[in-house]
């Protein structure tokens, strides 16, 4: 098991949200919203700005500064690539991400425990949080990520 215990801090970094990446990121998704694309429908409803959909969190590991960043948390958390998967992945929305805010991007372990089917096979649930705060510190967004690895019965 890992050195890294609930509420440890795995890293600390900006997120900024371009415009051309959000507009990017609605396409590949095929949720083109005017209120994702167009600044003066963003503006008509009442924002500064266009708003990212709320997944739009999940492009985090681009900005951490590694090419193989996924990789090296699942190295510091003594994850075995090969036998985990991504279990389950939530959003949740306190504030509209808005197109030209940097956010203060903080991934927090939530949880670490290993857990024995009826069937006797061990997994180990790995719950991490990214939390998104705002240049004025408010929380913005938070995505809870579950990772799963199966253990060896030895």
Do not use: W
């Not at 670490?112 to 705060?133: A, M, Y």
């Amino acid at each position: 098991m890992s050195e890294q215990s609930a509420g440890d801090i795995l890293a600390n970094f900006k997120f900024p949200v371009e415009r051309g990446k959000v507009v990017e990121f609605a396409a590949a998704g095929r949720t083109p919203h005017p209120l994702f694309v167009d600044r003066e429908a963003a503006q008509a409803a009442g924002l500064r700005d266009c708003v990212a959909p709320i997944t739009y969190p999940s492009t985090f590991v681009f900005h951490m500064g590694a090419e193989s960043a996924v990789l090296e948390l699942m190295q510091r958390l003594k994850m075995n690539p090969a036998r985990s998967v991504h279990g389950e992945i939530q959003f949740r929305s306190h504030q509209e991400i808005l197109v030209g805010e940097v956010f203060n991007a903080t991934l927090v372990v939530a949880s670490d425990e290993v857990r024995i089917s009826q069937s006797g096979i061990k997994r180990r649930f790995v719950g991490l949080d990214l939390l998104l705060h705002n240049q004025e510190g408010v929380l913005v967004s938070t995505m809870e990520n579950t990772f799963i690895e199966t253990l060896s019965n030895e």
